[in-house]
Nanobody, 124 residues
Framework: QVQLVESGGGLVQTGGSLRLSCAAS????????MGWFRQAPGKEREFVAA????????YYTDSVRGRFTISRDNAKSTIYLQMNSLKPEDTAIYSC?????????????????WGQGTQVTVSS
């Protein structure tokens, strides 16, 4: 069983930055692909970014590409999401997820474990 704990959310003004962290615990957690998803009020959860187990492959949804950066530190079994130039439409609960397959995946169905999420609010 893999457990995930997110942190780093908060309230920020438009144009500001936040860095989210997701610490994984459990067997072989550094060998898994990991990703970030978000869910805004009244909307379905959507893919944000993903990273392969070695960090060599990353994917981003179009709306965050160039503003967000996903990275990982396997020694700490932690992934990060650096979010710059934040916009009000980035407001959502951000959740990290683990894919046992080890690859960077963009579909929710490819993920096996999920964190509880952390709130990100961007004020205009």
């Amino acid at each position: 069983q893999v457990q995930l704990v997110e942190s780093g959310g908060g309230l920020v003004q438009t144009g500001g930055s936040l860095r989210l962290s997701c610490a994984a615990s459990g067997p072989s957690s550094s060998a898994y692909g990991m990703g970030w998803f978000r869910q805004a009020p009244g909307k379905e959860r959507e893919f944000v970014a993903a990273i392969s187990w070695a960090g060599a492959i990353t994917y981003y949804t179009d709306s965050v590409r160039g503003r967000f950066t996903i990275s990982r530190d396997n020694a700490k079994s932690t992934i990060y999401l650096q979010m710059n130039s934040l916009k009000p439409e980035d407001t959502a609960i951000y959740s990290c997820a683990v894919s046992r397959e080890g690859r960077a995946a963009i579909e929710e169905s490819d993920y096996n474990y999920w964190g509880q999420g952390t709130q990100v609010t961007v004020s205009s």
